[in-house]
């Protein structure tokens, strides 16, 4: 039988995908195997985590870990509580701010015409290339002169501007038709106005995935609690867990930094089931050209 | 307000409302990345401790960390070098490869390989600290001891991480678990949006096999997309680092899993020689640029051959 092409993207379930679930799955396992084992870690109570020879699956879960890990942050001085707090307060800023800023510059890159424009998305996609860690002491020195050494804006400002996420976003916006954003201005809306109520609800794949990506670098951000906010009061619950996981190297303390690290990915994970779909609509649009 | 000094089209080149717009993310972009990106070449020019004013010093640091750095020579930049092909080049066909492969499964099946596969990324390294210590614990109770001598590979335990002879390859092992990141979306987003009727007439002008089909017509089509997830991958190969600092200390055990990047936090954080540890940081820089641009040549569409 003669080859008969176009099989991206099938319909209905036929013999020949058996073959690739057969070839992918001892892979997709071992990436899987990682994250299996830190959620039954997790729950694993004393006895199984010192267990001879060592288990991966946990046969009697319970949540002893966790109860350890938030009496363990009564001892020090300051309650599990205050990192919660900073923590989500330093997303949410983040996040929200990076979203605001990176739609407004995407909208004008895309859609309006100014001088200095292409200058500009070539300084983003050269940007795109930018190590963070690369400038971890000039950072620092920035921060420094604007006294934002224990201040809430050294968490976040240095997070805001995302390249990868302008360029995303970018290149979503310049999908929306050109036609509808001049009809706009024919019945006389502004710029804001445009970027508003017509732009932003047609972006809404593009915000999604966008709000995930910068999620994912703040979360998880270990870098601003530990050059740039000296005061414990002040540092995020990613680097308060590091520390758990840092300081509990016996056995008994892996169960914690397990149930820590959980707590961890799972707002991620989360982030991300929700809006998976929109995140792959947007990487439709993802290619440099 | 039918003034309509603003509009997009043809008519106003110039539409100062397009500054106003940028500001906000130019200024925080200028503020955090590219000031400091600037101050970075500069302290590379000059001797600075973090104390006093940093002094001139012309090339000097360059010139040391070409000829009389041999912590650099020796270990780290072939440990990059090494890291970045392996985790850089492999995981990037890696993910091509099974980017592909789920392309050709049905929604669901695909949509959850491709979470379970995406989402060691989000992981980042820093978390998962513990999880390698237990999984590569230097006794019988480590996870992968325990089970390499039940099935009789090793007779003794193996201690993972002080051995120099396995660090950097587990370093490596952790890389590409963690490299299927936005760059591997992207690249299922490219496939799927590919142009079905160019698979029908290829199929007709003799293309005999799914290997084919990938060559001629997929990559092809999706250029964009493999230059951003070549983009990403080669970021991502160069900016990871935290993973041995975290499991083995910095400097790693005789520096054998020691990347550049942690070259860098070693002058910069441990011996305050900020100079130094800038020049190393233009290197890394210009290093990523330059895989970049060889990236952008093998996919950009405006000049193909």
Redesign the interface.
């Known amino acids: 039988m003669?080859?008969?092409?176009?099989?991206?993207?099938?319909?209905?379930?036929e013999r020949?995908?058996i073959k690739?679930?057969i070839?992918?799955l001892p892979?997709?396992i071992f990436?899987?195997m990682?994250?299996i084992?830190?959620a039954n870690?997790a729950f694993k109570p004393m006895e199984e985590l010192f267990a001879?020879?060592?288990t991966?699956f946990v046969r009697n879960a319970t949540m002893d870990n966790f109860t350890k890990l938030i009496k363990f942050s009564r001892t020090a001085g300051i309650p599990l509580s205050r990192y919660v707090f900073n923590s989500i307060i330093v997303t949410v800023l983040t996040v929200g701010l990076s979203l605001?800023?990176?739609t407004?510059?995407a909208?004008?890159?895309a859609?309006?015409?100014?001088?200095g424009?292409n200058l500009?998305m070539q300084?983003?996609q050269?940007?795109?290339?930018?190590?963070?860690?690369?400038?971890?002491?000039?950072?620092y020195?920035?921060v420094c002169q604007?006294g934002m050494i224990d201040s809430i804006w050294a968490h976040i400002?240095?997070l805001?501007?995302y390249?990868?996420a302008?360029f995303l976003v970018k290149q979503f916006v310049e999908q929306v038709p050109?036609s509808l954003?001049?009809a706009a201005?024919m019945d006389?809306a502004?710029?804001m106005q445009v970027?508003w109520k017509l732009i932003l609800p047609m972006i809404k794949p593009a915000i999604a995935t966008a709000s995930i990506?910068v999620f994912?670098q703040v979360w998880?951000n270990?870098e601003t609690s530990n050059y740039y906010i000296n005061a414990d009061n002040m540092k995020t619950l990613?680097f308060y867990?590091?520390t758990l996981?840092?300081a509990?190297?016996t056995?008994s303390g892996?169960g914690i930094?397990?149930a820590?690290?959980l707590i961890?990915?799972v707002p991620?994970?989360v982030l991300?089931?929700i809006l998976?779909n929109s995140?792959?609509?947007?990487?439709?649009h993802?290619?440099?050209? | 307000?039918?003034k309509?000094k603003?509009?997009?089209?043809r008519h106003?080149?110039?539409?100062?409302?397009?500054?106003?717009?940028?500001a906000?993310?130019?200024i925080?972009?200028v503020?955090?990345?590219?000031?400091?990106?600037i101050?970075?070449v500069i302290?590379s020019f000059t001797n600075f401790n973090a104390i006093q004013w940093p002094s001139w010093v012309g090339f000097l640091n360059y010139i040391t960390l070409i000829t009389s750095d041999e912590v650099f020579m020796q270990y780290v930049l072939p440990n990059t070098v090494i890291y970045a092909v392996v985790v850089g080049i492999g995981g990037y066909i890696l993910s091509f490869v099974?980017a592909w492969?789920?392309?050709?499964?049905?929604?669901i099946?695909r949509?959850i390989?491709?979470?379970?596969?995406?989402?060691?990324s989000?992981?980042?390294g820093?978390?998962?600290?513990?999880?390698w210590?237990?999984?590569f614990s230097g006794d019988?109770?480590?996870?992968l001891n325990?089970w390499l001598m039940?099935l009789g590979i090793i007779n003794e335990p193996i201690i993972w991480l002080v051995a120099t002879k396995y660090l950097l390859p587990i370093v490596i092992v952790i890389g590409l678990?963690s490299s299927?990141g936005?760059g591997f979306?992207?690249m299922?987003?490219?496939?799927?949006?590919?142009d079905?009727s160019l698979?029908?007439a290829?199929?007709?002008d003799g293309?005999?096999?799914?290997f084919q089909?990938m060559i001629y017509i997929?990559i092809p089509q999706?250029?964009?997309?493999?230059?951003?997830a070549a983009?990403?991958a080669?970021?991502g190969a160069?900016?990871n680092?935290?993973v041995s600092t975290l499991l083995t200390g910095n400097p790693s055990p005789g520096y054998a899993a020691q990347l550049i990047?942690n070259h860098?936090?070693d002058y910069?954080?441990l011996r305050y020689e900020?100079g130094y540890?800038?020049a190393v940081?233009?290197v890394?820089?210009l290093i990523?640029?330059l895989f970049?641009r060889a990236a952008?040549s093998l996919?950009s569409?405006?000049d193909e051959f």
């Open positions: 003669a080859y008969k092409g176009k099989r991206i993207n099938p319909q209905k379930f020949s995908q690739i679930i070839l992918i892979l997709v990436m899987a990682p994250l084992f830190i870690h001879f020879p060592p991966f605001l800023f990176t407004c510059a909208f004008a890159l859609k309006i015409k100014f001088k424009r500009m300084i983003n050269i940007a795109l290339m930018f190590v963070a860690v690369a400038v971890l002491i000039p950072r020195l920035v604007l400002l240095p805001v501007a390249p990868v302008l050109d954003i001049e201005y006389g502004t710029d970027y990506l994912q998880t270990m990613t867990m590091n996981v840092n509990n190297n056995v892996q930094a397990a820590a690290t961890m990915f991620n994970l991300f089931i998976q995140v792959m609509n947007t990487m439709a993802s290619g440099i050209k | 307000m039918k309509k603003s509009n997009i089209g106003a080149n110039n539409n100062r409302n397009g500054y106003f717009f940028v906000p993310y130019a925080v972009f503020i955090f990345i590219l000031i400091p990106v101050l970075a302290l099974l492969a789920l392309c050709n499964l049905t929604k099946p949509t390989f491709a979470l379970i596969l995406y989402s060691p989000m992981t980042t820093v978390a998962m600290t513990v999880l210590k237990v999984i019988q109770t480590g996870l325990s039940e678990w299927m936005v979306l992207s299922i987003a490219g496939i799927l949006n590919s079905e698979y029908e290829a199929a007709i293309v005999k096999n799914r089909e997929t999706m250029k964009p997309q493999m230059l951003f983009v990403m080669i970021v160069f900016q680092g935290l990047v860098i936090e910069g954080f900020m540890a800038a940081s233009v890394l820089l990523v640029q970049s952008n996919f569409e405006k």
